[in-house]
């Protein structure tokens, strides 16, 4: 065998405990987020178990866990679209501006600012929400029952007090705001600078080169930071528990007072009084909850590598 | 202002001590010896400001009893009371049903549970609409206007409880609660038993789904109230503030919630049957013909054992219990919660029971 006859290997480097610490600490962290997910997981399972299998009078509502749960889930993934479909153009936009029209000192204080916005409490936002933003909107909505109220979005009767499913949306999508445009800022701002150069000497304007060479190149990343925005509507819960008029079941309606519910904010409006097989059906949303936003991340993830090979990286 | 009103109860309290002091042991069995040691409740979180009135005022009687109320909710309340080893005392906007009260004997043997209304609250239907300053309402019409079947302010049937008032037209936007609550439990009590055939979703403590607009907690409701032109809602009377409050009709007279009609109430009430001596479960009287009750209350209980394992906790629960009941602790619930303090008579018959608690044999 040749193997004998080659020069021995260089000597293995000596492995320091140090090394050996660092190595097993962060192995250790790799398996414990696992284990932790694993375990979350099981939790919602074998707790959301009960309902599944219990008969459905005793479900509250009396129709049944997936009469209960789907108005609940209807609610979600609506008041989180509705977010992400106002919030994603705006977050580009505000990204474009930073990255290539502001002024460099007014780019700095903008940046500053949007992230100031990531760290506001969400309750702060559904108080806003609930005290300014609602009264304010409920003229438009008004408004948009009469003039509007062709389409099924705007069907009313208006809400006298605002707090719609819309409203509930835009709050979430000021709250998710600042995720996509900082994320948006970082690729766009990474958009290789010969690609950029070589489309204005070939005589581009500005905008025909952010066309070209920025958002291409950063259309993955955009994507990635909307769907971690949307991870965040969805798990939204006291803004949209102290915004959102939640009463009513399946409805399209945007602007009337019986909306459906989201989960996250039925489970912490109920959780408090509920006893038994109750707690079951909350925690069997819970984990419909669960299974959305694990769909959305690998959807996100999926997009993300897909994209990568057309994008302007390579 | 927890702290004022704690001075201002512990103030009142050492006032009374004094004038006590000649006999009536009745209700100073707690303050005879100084008591010590730990007691732990949870429950119903509509008791929770009349029980930091209660916490701090029993305090001032026993310094050295560490009174620890959870509040998560009532449900949550009897069951952590119910479990092995569970807490003390609950606090529940609803009586132990049967299921609960075979547990009960597991946990307190034989002698079985006391429950002491010990928290008796008007709820007031509120409204906010402009230029209608007194408005008032027959059961039928609330339960009308709540199931969604009237929409219009100028609705012949509430045009009829009205005949004086120039009722607009404007749309009514009933608002409920989005949580589950002992008072959405208690308000839709008296719609089904008053106005059974218009309101047929039963009694329940979390809204039927479909309909009206929802809000978290009494500040929910009230601020929602305060929002919507032509809103109507139901909340603590205490935190009406100065919005409209409807007047109800009782019998043939329109009735607006007050803490004696709350009271008195509950106090001409039947217990439920087929309980213990000292279990006061209270079937509230929703159809009183009587004007000087006002049938739209939340009552709640403390609940706990006739008889502790233990001599000291025995003695803790009987001083704590009876100074909840005493005309102090609902002075000072009423002070801070703005709930109605229970009647004579029914204290007598609290006393009783918090008399009958002993230490197990």
Known sequence: MTTTDAPPAPPRPRRRPGDRIFAGSATGAGILILVVLAGVAAFLVSEAWPAVVAPAEDIPGGDGLTAYIAPLVFGTLLAAVIALLVATPLAVAIALYITYYAPPRLATLMGYVMDLLAAIPSIVYGFWGIAALAPALVP????????????????????????????????????????????????????????????????????????????????????????????????????????????????????????????????????PESTGIEVNALIASGLALFVITFAVNMFARWIVNRRADFSGAN | ???????????????????????????????????????????????????????????????????????????????????????????????????????????????????????ISAIAVVYNLEGVDDLNLSPATVAGIFNGSITTWNDPAIAADNPDASLPSTAITPVHRADKSGTTKNFTDYLDQT????????????????????????????????????????????QAGDLGIAKIKVGDEFVAPSA???????????????????????????????????????????????????????????????????????EAAAKNAGSSPISDELRDQAQSAVDAITAGA
């Not at chain 2, 075979?102 to 946990?107: D, H, S």
């Not at chain 2, 629960?317 to 100074?323: E, H, N, W």
């Open chain 1, 140 to 271: 438009f909505y008004g408004w948009a029952e009469e003039h509007l109220g062709f389409l099924p979005f705007f069907a009313g009767p208006a809400s006298v007090t605002g707090r719609t499913m819309l409203t509930a949306g835009l709050v979430l999508a000021i709250m998710i705001l600042p995720i996509i445009s900082a994320i948006s800022r970082e690729v766009f701002g990474q958009a290789p600078a010969l690609h950029r150069e070589a489309a204005l000497a070939l005589g581009a304007t500005r905008w025909e080169m952010i066309r070209m060479a920025v958002l291409p190149y950063g259309r993955s990343g955009v994507i990635g930071g909307a769907m971690l925005g949307l991870g965040r509507a969805l798990g939204e819960t006291l803004a949209v528990a102290l915004v959102l008029s939640g009463s009513g079941g399946i409805t399209v309606n945007l602007i009337g007072q019986s909306n459906p519910s989201t989960i996250a904010a039925n489970v912490a409006l109920k959780f």
């Open chain 2, 195 to 238: 106005a059974g055939d218009v309101w047929t979703a039963g009694v329940v403590e979390e809204w039927p789904t479909g309909g009206g607009e929802a809000a978290n907690g009494t500040k929910g409701v009230i601020d929602a109230v305060k929002a919507g032109a032509g809103a109507i809602g139901y909340a603590d009377e205490s």
């Open chain 2, 1 to 119: 202002m927890v702290l004022t009103t704690a001075l201002a109860t512990s103030l009142s309290l050492a006032a009374c001590g004094a004038s006590n002091e000649g006999g009536n042991s009745a209700d100073s069995t707690g303050s005879a010896e100084q008591l010590s040691g730990d007691l732990v409740g949870a429950g119903s979180s509509a008791q929770q400001a009349a029980m930091q009135a209660w916490q701090a005022g029993f305090n001032g009687e026993q310094p050295d009893v560490n009174v620890s109320y959870d509040p998560v909710g009532s449900g949550g309340g009897r069951e952590q009371f119910l479990a092995e080893g569970g807490t003390d005392f609950a606090g529940s906007d609803s009586a132990l049903d049967d299921e609960e009260l075979t547990q009960a004997t597991t946990r307190c043997g034989d002698a079985g549970v006391f429950e002491l209304p010990n928290y």
């Open chain 2, 260 to 330: 004696e009609a709350a009271a008195a109430v509950v106090a001409n009430s039947d217990r439920v049957e087929g309980r213990g001596e000292h279990d006061l479960a209270v079937k509230v009287n929703r159809t009183t013909e009587s004007a000087d009750e006002y049938p739209i209350v939340l009552v709640s209980y403390l609940i706990g054992c006739i008889q502790y394992d233990d001599q000291d906790k025995a003695d803790l629960v009987k001083a704590f219990a009876g100074y909840v009941i005493s005309e102090d602790g609902q």
